[in-house]
């Protein structure tokens, strides 16, 4: 099994442009959610999903969007880059369900993201 | 607000030295406490949990105890290895698994 796989590995763009992050899983997890991690502020949460068609903000929402049409998948997207949004981003998976707080988080090897 | 406060690192140590890493953490109710650990190039993994006042978390010689009158989460090792060189970051989960995380504590470990 594959885990937690995210493409691209490493990514840079231009102000302005726009890219989609993929995040696939295979271990029939409800939650995926993904988060930013940048020097000295630990991670931070953008955005989650507790099904199939059911998405909700995190903590820094602005600038991303997601979409859940599968339960497998769950791209972010940035619609025009900004310097700002220069990070390693990281997608990670739960079981869901019942005692969701309880359950350790499966996570991805991480995008690193360049906005020139 | 839900918060982690953790110890702020670097904190480098000779092998076989015990390791101390403070995570003290703020919160409504009763949340869950983790500790990750990430390696180079890799995404978190799961150390250790605990889901319950006085709760005990262990793995692979690390431990770290839930205690709800200090709040804290403290992760202790009794002798480390050059293999244990990684960032750990201290975690709650209050609600919907919005996980909370301390800033990361890089541990460097010299033979």
């Known amino acids: 099994n594959a885990g937690v796989t995210q493409t691209p590995k490493f990514q840079v763009l231009k102000t302005g442009q726009s890219m989609t992050l993929q995040c696939a899983q295979d271990?029939?997890?409800?939650?995926m959610s993904w988060y930013r991690q940048d020097p000295g502020m630990g991670l931070r949460l953008i955005h989650y999903?507790?099904?199939?068609?059911?998405?909700d903000q995190g903590e820094v929402p602005n600038g991303y969007n997601v979409s859940r049409s599968t339960t497998e998948d769950f791209p972010l997207r940035l619609l025009s880059a900004a310097p700002s949004q220069t990070s390693v981003y990281f997608c990670?998976?739960?079981?869901?369900?019942?005692?969701?707080?309880?359950?350790?988080?499966?996570f991805g090897d991480g995008t690193r993201l360049s906005i020139l | 607000g839900n918060s982690v406060t953790q110890m702020e690192g670097p904190v480098t140590l000779s092998e076989e030295a015990f390791l101390t890493i403070n995570c003290t953490y703020t919160?409504?109710?009763?949340?869950?406490l983790f500790w990750y650990v990430q390696y180079p190039g890799e995404g978190l993994q799961l150390l250790l949990k605990?889901?319950?006042?006085?709760d005990k978390g262990s793995n692979k010689g690390f431990e770290a105890t839930y205690r709800k009158e200090t709040t804290s989460f403290h992760l202790e090792k009794g002798s480390v290895q050059v293999s244990d060189s990684a960032v750990y970051f201290c975690?709650?989960?209050?609600?919907?698994?919005?996980?909370?995380f301390g800033q990361g504590t890089r541990l460097t470990i010299n033979p």
């Open positions: 990670a998976t739960a079981p869901g369900g019942r005692g969701l707080s309880n359950q350790p988080q499966h």
């Open positions: 975690a709650l989960s209050r609600m919907a698994q919005k996980l909370v």
């Open positions: 919160a409504t109710g009763y949340p869950s």
């Open positions: 999903s507790v099904g199939a068609g059911i998405t």
């Open positions: 271990m029939n997890h409800e939650y």
């Open positions: 605990a889901t319950k006042a006085d």
